[in-house]
């Protein structure tokens, strides 16, 4: 898909108040400071659509942009920054989790993972959480510049060895760098795909 245009919409931390339009709706989450919004950029290929930051929790708010005046692309905040509860359960964002449970546009979400680390358990709960709402996913690994392709290889293994022990298949996965613009066509064509199999359903 060739991305005609990118608009900023709206930034806000109340889901009511999101764009009430019907469009297609993809969401972009992940640790913070895992690549969200780097993607985001990458992908639009526009330098500072979305802002980035060297310091974790950069994105506060959900925010909406339009793209080719026909879906929105969201960058939500990143969760596992903002204190996290003592206790084993993580506690994510309440906007986050009422995001995910009101939109009823969002077609899928893509959760980033950092490619550079072993499965962590915050992400994995977070699938588990989506899993269990009934919310489809796939899975972005981010910065792959940072790995030669035997590591990266390996550490996409290791997110399959555990995945597969509560799932029964792997989520649709995706190999991502910003710096490079690695994926950039692979994560475009899927979504130009959905959004013309929602037509079709029309
Ligand atoms: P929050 O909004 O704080 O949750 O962060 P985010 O997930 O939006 O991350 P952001 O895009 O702001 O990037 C965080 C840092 O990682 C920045 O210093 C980026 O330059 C760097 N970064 C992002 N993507 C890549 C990538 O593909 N390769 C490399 N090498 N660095 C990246
Ligand atoms: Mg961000």
Redesign the pocket.
């Known amino acids: 898909m060739k991305i005609k245009s990118a608009e900023f919409v709206m930034s806000n931390s109340d889901v009511a108040k999101c764009p009430k339009s019907r469009l297609p709706e993809y969401a972009f989450i992940?640790?913070?400071?895992?690549?969200?919004?780097?993607?985001i950029n990458?992908l639009t290929s526009r330098k500072s659509l979305?802002?980035?930051?060297?310091?974790?929790?950069?994105?506060q708010l959900i925010n909406h942009f339009l793209i080719n005046k026909n879906w929105h692309l969201v960058?939500l905040?990143?969760y596992g920054?903002a204190r996290v509860s003592k206790s084993s359960k993580k506690v994510f964002q309440k906007f986050i989790t009422q995001y995910f449970g009101l939109r009823e546009q969002l077609v899928t979400a893509f959760i980033?993972v950092d490619i550079r680390h072993n499965p962590q358990p915050i992400d994995l709960e977070f699938m588990q959480w989506m899993g269990e709402n009934g919310i489809p996913f796939s899975i972005i690994f981010?910065?792959?510049?940072?790995l030669k392709p035997k590591a990266i290889e390996n550490h996409v293994e290791d997110y399959k060895n555990i995945l597969l022990q509560h799932w029964e298949d792997m989520p649709n996965y995706f190999i991502?760098?910003?710096?490079n613009e690695t994926g950039k066509d692979d994560v475009l064509d899927y979504i130009d795909d959905l959004n013309n199999n929602m037509e079709l359903d029309n």
């Open positions: 992940g640790r913070s400071n895992v690549g969200k919004s780097s993607l990458m979305a802002k980035t930051s060297g310091r974790p929790g950069k994105t960058d905040p990143g920054y980033l981010t910065k792959a510049d940072k991502t760098s910003s710096s």
